[in-house]
DNA sequence: CTTATTGCAAACACTTTGCACTCTC
DNA sequence: GAGAGTGCAAAGTGTTTGCAATAAG
């Protein structure tokens, strides 16, 4: 089970690990980007935070996201949606993204370690990241859509 | 042969179908963007087109890669880049991003039809479009690197 | 006590919009 | 000649940066 849920010890361990401190703000931060399954936007993740940290700063939420994406332990979605979203899951699989709702869910298939595979063995290109974003419209929007 | 290299009849068959008007400057900025295999950026366009018409404007250009956009001859790539590119091929590919001198290639792999036809087949998303983007280091940077 | 981090505001880059003038059809 | 399109400048986004005050180690 590598489950992404992290607790604020190993947290605090990762940042001071690679000589970060370990500030409040960062914690909640952390704790909120880490654990939430919606990929948030940096806009939500400040929100969100903003509840438990009242004086938190947007600009804070923006640094500390680096932070986490450095660490290894959030991956930055360039979706066609206008603003940047996150994901705390790190590993190889697929983004469905809902145009209608914005609601991005995570899709594992093996087929897509086959096409990364591929694409990697031929010499050409040195692959070092990739996201595969499916747009259209959730099961949910189309239920709604019917009515 | 699809080819996606359009004659100037056809750019202006194709606007006036759709009730768009063939002005001069929609004329130089389609030929440009539909031909080009670079994946420019509306900036890039915008440079290009003004060699030939030093009067046009970039809203003018963004304006008309959405015209092109929506009678799907245009594809928008929205990578990590930080400028939104975009392709003339609007089949089924996979872009190759270098993240060094960010170009971006095209490449075909049926198996990537295979995942969406998958992804399409479980009711639970309703497929409209997808991008899968790769990240890395192409060939000549590789090179370059060497050296 | 040193140094990173915070939070604010200002700067940024890309894209979109409002509008008077112009050109297509 | 009617209405869409142009080009300008101005507004809008989301994100980043500079910096004095603050807090972590």
Redesign the pocket.
């Given at each position: 089970m590598s489950d992404s849920k992290k607790s604020d010890i190993q947290i605090?361990q990762a940042?001071?690990n690679k000589?970060?401190?370990?500030?409040?703000?960062?914690i909640t931060?952390c704790r909120f980007a880490l654990s939430s399954r919606e990929h948030p936007?940096?806009?939500k993740v400040y929100s969100e935070v903003k509840k438990i940290?009242s004086?938190?700063?947007?600009?804070?939420?923006?640094?500390?996201?680096?932070?986490l994406k450095e660490l290894g332990m959030l991956q930055e979605l360039s979706s066609s949606l206008?603003?940047?979203?996150f994901d705390p899951n790190v590993k190889l699989h697929i983004n469905l993204v809902c145009l209608q709702c914005s609601t991005i869910e995570d899709l594992d298939d093996p087929v897509e370690r086959e096409l990364i595979r591929r694409i990697s063995g031929s010499a050409e290109f040195t692959v070092t990241e990739h996201h595969l974003d499916v747009y259209g419209v959730c099961r949910k929007c189309k239920t709604k859509a019917k009515a």
């Open positions: 605090i940042l001071r000589g970060y401190k370990a500030t409040p703000q960062r931060i936007s940096a806009q940290h004086t938190v700063s947007l600009s804070t939420v923006y640094k500390t996201l680096q932070v206008s603003q940047t979203r």
